[in-house]
């Protein structure tokens, strides 16, 4: 019980934000994670890519990358719908600022997926950058 003690005193003497390293960003780093730029590159590299926009329809409705399958994260059928692809394909997945998108590639990395790839900063990050030429609206 003194060591449980000692343990949890020192912890509460050290709990300050500035060491702490965010859960968020430890699971982002270990995910295959790529800007614009490089999705860019690796899009025109690799024809055969999958392309999943894990948003809702009403979204990938409005503005998607040509050829994406939405494949709503929020579904009911989500992981019966991820896991009827094929986990060796390469897969690009995006949302709107990467936030879902680090979700799905998550799950498809504990799921068996070995080629997954997040799309950093989502479509706002590839707007900013990268202009919206390569996609399609409506």
């Given at each position: 019980?003194?060591?449980?003690?000692d343990?949890?005193?020192?912890?509460?003497?050290?709990?300050?934000?500035?060491?702490?390293?965010?859960?968020?960003d430890?699971?982002?780093?270990?995910?295959?994670?790529?800007?614009?730029?490089e999705?860019q590159?690796?899009?025109?590299a690799h024809?055969?890519?999958?392309?999943?926009?894990?948003?809702?329809?009403?979204?990938?409705?409005?503005?998607?990358?040509?050829?994406?399958?939405n494949?709503?994260?929020?579904?009911?059928?989500?992981?019966?719908?991820?896991?009827?692809?094929?986990?060796?394909?390469?897969?690009?997945?995006?949302?709107?600022?990467s936030?879902?998108?680090i979700?799905?590639?998550?799950?498809?990395?504990?799921?068996?997926?070995?080629?997954?790839?997040?799309?950093r900063?989502?479509l706002?990050e590839?707007?900013?950058?990268?202009g919206?030429?390569?996609?399609?609206?409506?």
């Amino acid at each position: 019980a003194a060591l449980v003690d000692d343990v949890q005193s020192s912890a509460m003497k050290n709990n300050n934000d500035s060491c702490k390293v965010k859960r968020w960003d430890l699971l982002k780093a270990q995910l295959n994670n790529l800007s614009s730029a490089e999705a860019q590159h690796f899009l025109r590299a690799h024809s055969d890519c999958l392309i999943i926009d894990c948003r809702k329809p009403e979204e990938f409705k409005q503005v998607r990358f040509p050829k994406a399958v939405n494949i709503d994260y929020l579904a009911y059928d989500f992981w019966d719908r991820m896991k009827a692809l094929a986990p060796e394909r390469p897969i690009l997945v995006y949302c709107n600022t990467s936030r879902r998108s680090i979700r799905v590639c998550t799950l498809m990395k504990n799921g068996g997926f070995r080629a997954a790839y997040n799309l950093r900063g989502g479509l706002r990050e590839w707007v900013d950058t990268l202009g919206d030429g390569d996609l399609v609206r409506g």
